[in-house]
Structure formats: C-alpha cells, structure tokens
C-alpha cells in the first residue's frame, strides 16, 4: 500500500483519547465508513490479495465486522456469515466462550454457515489483543474451516492480537498500525 493511502486511511480515523477507560485512545472507524473514497480505498485494500482466487465465505465479527464483511464478501462473491454473541442468531449454532479483559463472553456461529475445508477470510475492524480473533479462529476452524487469512482495518501490535493469530498459522493483513493502546 503506498504511503499516501496509508495517510489518508489514518486521517479518516477519529481517535479518542480516554475512551472508554482512562489511558486508552479509542480507535473510531465510524468516520472512515462514513468517507466514501475512504470506505472504499479499504475494502478494496482488503480484498485486494484475494481477488481472483477462491474464497467461499467471509465471516464478521459483530458488530463492525459485519459492515466491512459484507463489503469484502460482495467483492469477492463469497457467502457472508455472521459471528454473532451469544443468543443473536435464530437457528442452531456452535458456541465458544473467551476471556475479555473483566471477564468471559460467548460468540456463536448457525451450524450450517460453514462448509467443511471451506476457504475463509476473517474479518473484523480491529485486532487489539486478539481474544476475538482468536475464539472466532477457533471456532471457524471447529466448524472445519481452512482460514486464508484474518483482515483488520486497524492493528494495535503492542497489544500482540496479530502475533496471537499468527502463533496459530493464520496470515494477519491489516491497513493501518496505531502504536499504544
């Protein structure tokens, strides 16, 4: 990616400071959705490395995950599917639970999303620690997934997500880099 990009692509992303803890600088990406060259530039950065090749399905992490999933699955004509927490999806599913910073949550998946060896790209807005990414991983690859990759607008790698990911076998592709928190 050229530098000019790079550079509009952070500009387009509304940081701040505190949020939603002291200390912490929060990454807003609602700005950049709402640029359209910007949007766009992203989607197609993400979907770039993928064109032309096989992907059957994007999987989303709710919620920004999904906006930017889709986009990527409609590019690539790939099935979209869902990542969703728990009790968000109507039909039977495949739960995992993961461990957030103050505690455990559960993301589920529908039982018929993914097909076995079936080729898919992770997506969300952010890797920031990787507890997610990383259950999302897990439990893509339960339901007998081959991941081509896991694809962030945003990474924070003194947070160490994507080195989780790729500890794992995953190939990580992220646009931007924000040093700290």
Do not use: W
């Not at 927490?85 to 995992?96: A, F, N, Q, Y």
């Not at 439990?139 to 003194?158: S, Y």
């Amino acid at each position: 990616m050229d530098q000019r990009l790079l550079t509009d692509l952070k500009a387009a992303i509304r940081s701040i400071p505190d949020y939603p803890k002291p200390g912490i600088v929060f990454r807003d990406i609602t700005t950049l959705l709402g640029d359209a060259r910007a949007f766009r530039r992203s989607v197609d950065e993400l979907v770039h490395p993928f064109a032309g090749g096989r992907v059957d399905k994007v999987a989303g992490i709710e919620a920004r995950g999904f906006i930017l999933g889709g986009a990527v699955a409609h590019q690539l004509s790939a099935g979209f599917v869902p990542i969703r927490k728990k009790g968000k999806l109507p039909h039977e599913t495949v739960r995992i639970a993961y461990s957030l910073e103050y505690g455990v949550d559960e993301m589920e998946i529908h039982t018929d999303a993914i097909g076995q060896d079936e080729r898919v790209v992770l997506v969300d807005d952010l890797i920031a620690t990787g507890g997610t990414a990383v259950a999302a991983t897990q439990l893509l690859r339960q339901m007998g997934a081959r991941i081509v990759a896991a694809c962030f607008i945003i990474d924070l790698p003194d947070l160490g997500g994507a080195n989780k990911l790729r500890d794992l076998g995953v190939e990580v592709r992220s646009l931007v880099s924000f040093e700290g928190h």
